[in-house]
């Protein structure tokens, strides 16, 4: 590939020269007296279909800046390629000592189908203002191979999803973490609730929903026992259901349980034992004074652990 210089003074048609293309598709071509060159080149040879890739218009030079006027310059042709973008910038310095200027034209170019693209020369007019003269430089054309499209990697389709499963993830954990406190406070407030209500009252219920004073026989008994020896096992953590009464009483002694309590206890489940051995022949009026017995043991015990509540809220 090659780049020309047309002159409209013949004496300095000397002046202009050919570059072979560089790897990196640079076309170079010194101007007049070695002093404004253009260069184009693209970021590489092939490109797929599915890419674009950049096409770079250099005009520069260096020494009197104000010498050079950079005229205008028309899109070159394309074959197989559109121009999606483009832009461009200006830098003017020093490079050792020497005053440098460089305009940049940058195009977005993409591919059409596949096979060669080709872009043609450009055509730049400048204006040597020392010397009063126009000249143009033109580039030469350059080709591009147009490769098969690159699978796309749809990044930003994973980044979703895996967003998308990360909360998921949070939203069952937050939603299992609030289950298993309203869980564990439900518990809490049913052990508040169980310890708000002494066990005196549940005993109690079950005393008049299963003793009626009416059956004067030995099932009356019997279940006014087993509901006391219930109660004390469950209130004093002793062994009341499988132990004789002497052995209950001497338990509660050692947990220094109301001496009141003791006796009441004594006389219910001795007075028990007697109407299950006799066949329920006792004598009338017992089983009314037993069941009122088991009744104060609880109420009196009922009373205690209400004042003890109430001593502890303040």
Request: charged share 25%.
């Amino acid at each position: 590939m090659v780049i020309s210089s047309f002159l409209t003074i013949p004496i300095l048609l000397v002046a202009s020269g050919v570059a072979q293309v560089t790897d990196s598709m640079d076309v170079t071509l010194p101007g007049i007296r070695g002093q404004i060159k253009a260069t184009v080149q693209v970021e590489r040879s092939e490109v797929p279909q599915n890419r674009t890739l950049t096409y770079t218009v250099r005009i520069s030079w260096h020494g009197d800046l104000e010498r050079y006027a950079i005229g205008k310059f028309d899109i070159p042709p394309l074959s197989n390629l559109e121009i999606v973008g483009n832009s461009s910038s200006n830098w003017v310095g020093e490079v050792n000592g020497v005053k440098q200027a460089v305009k940049n034209y940058e195009f977005t170019l993409r591919p059409q189908s596949l096979g060669m693209a080709y872009i043609d020369g450009v055509l730049i007019e400048y204006e040597d203002v020392s010397e009063g003269e126009r000249h143009t430089l033109v580039t030469s054309r350059l080709e591009v191979k147009v490769v098969a499209p690159i699978r796309e990697t749809n990044f930003g389709g994973w980044v979703l999803m895996g967003s998308t499963l990360l909360l998921l993830v949070l939203l069952a954990g937050s939603g299992m973490l609030f289950v298993k406190r309203k869980r564990a406070k439900e518990a809490k407030c049913e052990a508040l609730a169980a310890q708000a209500v002494p066990i005196e009252s549940t005993y109690l219920s079950e005393l008049k929903e299963k003793v009626k004073l009416t059956n004067q026989n030995t099932d009356a008994f019997a279940t006014l026992s087993r509901i006391l020896r219930r109660y004390l096992s469950e209130k004093y953590t002793i062994p009341a259901l499988g132990t004789t009464t002497a052995e209950i009483c001497q338990e509660l002694h050692k947990m220094a349980v109301d001496e009141k309590i003791v006796s009441s206890t004594d006389e219910v489940l001795d007075t028990c034992d007697v109407a299950k051995f006799s066949g329920g022949q006792t004598e009338r009026g017992t089983l009314e004074r037993i069941y009122t017995l088991v009744e104060e043991i609880l109420n009196q015990n009922k009373r205690v652990k209400i004042a003890d509540a109430e001593k502890n809220d303040r």
